[in-house]
């Protein structure tokens, strides 16, 4: 374990490093940053408020950290990285929450694999079914809309756009764009 709590797994020969706390018996969570950072991108409230009931895993994606970088960026590979994390540590389903780039990872992995994902309250990832028929994943913004007091501005802020509306027949309000990500870089 390095200074900053920094552990490393090896998995199909790229080594990660990632950052645990809690130990609560909860299902695991899995917290998948966005392009251009790595598993400090989550410090802040998230992690604290998670560890009370469930272990928290931050996981640095392929390339990102103080890793070496892999000849490999496919998006495959993101999706092997995690399922090779998850199976060094035992841990057979997890919930995942990413943060833009991380979403993406997250939304594959349980497409590939939805049975070792769990979503929002316990319900498998065919429960969280848009209209166009792909799977939803659980990211930061849908956390944060869910936390008590937090509207769909917040969920907005986390991740672009506010959580799915249920029961209701009127679209969503408009929302100001969302503060890039500090790994995104400027169009132009």
């Not at 309250?121 to 913004?141: D, I, K, V, Y």
Request: glycine share 18%; with cysteine.
């Amino acid at each position: 374990m390095s200074e900053n709590g920094t552990r490393t797994v090896r998995t199909g020969g790229v080594r990660l490093g990632y950052r645990s706390r809690g130990g609560g018996k909860g299902v695991p969570v899995v917290l998948l940053h966005c392009l251009g950072e790595d598993g400090e991108d989550w410090r802040g409230p998230l992690i604290p408020g998670l560890a009370d009931g469930h272990p928290v895993h931050a996981l640095d994606l392929r390339g990102h950290g103080e890793r070496a970088r892999p000849g490999s960026y496919a998006l495959d590979d993101f999706v092997g990285d995690l399922r090779g994390f998850l199976d060094a540590l035992g841990i057979d389903r997890a919930v995942l929450v990413g943060h833009s780039f991380g979403s993406v990872v997250a939304s594959l992995f349980a497409q590939e694999h939805p049975t070792r994902v769990d979503g929002p309250s316990g319900s498998p990832p065919s429960r969280w079914a848009t209209a166009g028929g792909a799977r939803r994943h659980h990211t930061a913004g849908h956390l944060a809309a869910r936390e008590p007091g937090a509207g769909a501005g917040r969920a907005r802020a986390a991740h672009g756009r506010p959580p799915p509306r249920r029961g209701r027949s009127r679209p969503p309000p408009r929302f100001p764009a969302a503060a890039p990500c500090p790994g995104d870089r400027a169009a132009g």
